[in-house]
């Protein structure tokens, strides 16, 4: 085991990661911008390095700075947590030739895994079914209609380089997908410097799910029970739940097995995820390999009592994994709510603020993975989510009553955030049924707008893009401690 490792990340990840070490006797370097010098992580770390700036371009994403501040308190490894460069096989390369270790997959597994169409071309040869289309980038919009009258629209564009829903365009008839074509490869270059995209069959109304792996450099793959993260805003997630109740038995070993044969076939070490489609058939289709610790990966800790933060030092620390397939046993039900900084009544946009009141709720099962404290300020320079909530119940109906109790007991005064879509989505039928899909934003939420603030926010909207403004102008005030406290 390492004795002492740089974490190259910040906030509740950061967090999470320490608490790990602390508990295994392993000292911690954080480093942060100059916005996060009151950061939770600075103060729990060991050591702590300075490395300027306030945007992730000047701080968290500036490779030298984060090798410099490893070897000037001589960490031996670095863990990148996800986000930042955790998926950039620069870095891991760079922090291998500076004779450190990378707490995650190798360079070429990130490279060959992280490009999308390569991970289809591998998911191919190892007979992993994916959503019919291209496993290399279109060529030529002639390329793209030929294919798309093929395998028949709707039919979706994807940034082969890309996430988070950027560089992705929904086409149903082919009037629309020459102008598609060119904004998802205008956006893709944006926002990845690398304008390829692939097309591919769109699957209407489909279960998001995804598989946890483990996999050491002795050749062991472990999958876990399946997380489920249907519950979305601009194809990002706000609550995932494990286990799923669209997977049976058959189908989560099925799910898993596929999950385990693509990893092995890129000699895929440390912890990943890969994610797939569930149509309302039961069909599943694989999406995409996260190369990284995910943002639910407390769901799957809840679930099955293996800290896979843990998993991951041991295995980058070249040990071999003392778990095997049967010991991964999950018990009762688990849910996430990510508690993000933004407006869930103007269409999900980023707020910001300062915390002036704050109370987390506690008790047993209830777990709090959060950055959060009393003068925390919420900016513009990093990611809106600022702490998850993770609550584990005997079965699905008392985690989700658990859950609904935990986020009423959840005080934040000083900025709006997603704790009122989150009761309400626990609440209602479809989420308690079980039966939902990734359109229940769509289908269910946009519904509690009235009609008349819809109207609004939209004029909103569009006056803040005509004005270049940065954040949009709120469209009513209120004195209601519902939405003052963010409840």
Not at 6 to 19: D, K, P, Q, S, Y
Request: proline share 4%; net charge negative.
């Amino acid at each position: 085991m390492f004795s002492k490792i740089l974490i190259a990340n910040r906030g509740e990840i950061a967090l999470r990661i320490i608490r790990t070490c602390k508990r295994l006797g392993v000292k911690t370097v954080a480093v942060y911008s100059d916005a996060d010098m009151h950061g939770l992580h600075v103060k729990e770390a060991d050591e702590a390095v300075a490395i300027g700036g306030f945007t992730p371009r000047e701080s968290y994403l500036v490779m030298d700075k984060i090798l410099s501040a490893a070897q000037q308190t001589g960490a031996e490894a670095i863990h990148p947590g996800y986000g930042f460069l955790s998926e950039k096989e620069e870095f891991a390369q760079k922090v291998i030739d500076a004779g450190m270790v990378f707490i995650g997959p190798t360079p070429k597994a990130i490279e060959m895994l992280g490009d999308k169409t390569a991970a289809r071309a591998l998911a191919k040869t190892a007979d992993v079914p994916f959503a019919d289309g291209t496993t290399d980038a279109v060529q030529s919009y002639e390329q793209v209609r030929e294919i798309a009258e093929r395998i028949t629209y709707p039919v979706i564009l994807k940034a082969a380089a890309g996430g988070g829903g950027k560089g992705m365009r929904v086409v149903e008839r082919e009037e629309d997908l020459a102008d598609a074509l060119r904004s998802a490869q205008g956006e893709a270059l944006t926002a990845f410097n690398d304008d390829r995209v692939f097309i591919e069959k769109y699957i209407v109304q489909p279960r998001h799910i995804e598989i946890q792996i483990l996999a050491d450099t002795h050749g062991t793959v472990l999958y876990f029970p399946e997380r489920e993260c249907s519950i979305q805003r601009r194809h990002q997630k706000v609550i995932e739940e494990s286990p799923s109740s669209a997977v049976t038995p058959e189908l989560r070993k099925a799910m898993g097995e596929a999950a385990a044969r693509l990893v092995k076939a890129s000699h895929y070490t440390n912890a990943g995820t890969l994610e797939f489609l569930l149509d309302k058939h039961g069909k599943f289709y694989f999406m995409e390999v996260n190369t990284r610790l995910q943002v639910e990966h407390p769901v799957t800790e809840a679930l099955t009592g293996v800290d896979l933060v843990e998993q991951q030092l041991r295995i980058a620390a070249g040990e071999k994994l003392a778990l095997t397939q049967e010991d991964i046993k999950p018990k009762g039900h688990a849910i996430e709510c990510r508690i993000c900084v933004e407006d869930v009544y103007n269409d999900f946009f980023p707020d910001s603020g300062t915390v002036s009141f704050m109370h987390l709720p506690e008790g047993d099962h209830i777990r709090n993975d959060a950055a959060l404290y009393q003068g925390f300020e919420s900016g513009i320079h990093y990611d809106s989510m600022a702490a998850k909530l993770i609550v584990w119940g005997e079965n699905r109906t008392e985690a989700i009553d658990r859950t609904i109790a935990a986020l009423d007991e959840y005080h934040l005064a000083g900025f709006n955030t997603t704790i009122p879509f989150c009761r309400f989505t626990l609440n209602s039928e479809p989420f308690r049924s079980g039966h939902y899909s990734t359109a229940f934003v769509a289908e269910q939420w946009r519904n509690q707008v009235p009609e008349h603030l819809q109207v609004l926010l939209a004029a909103s909207a569009a006056y803040a893009h005509a004005q270049g403004l940065e954040r949009r102008v709120p469209v009513w005030q209120s004195t209601s401690t519902w939405v003052t406290s963010s409840r």
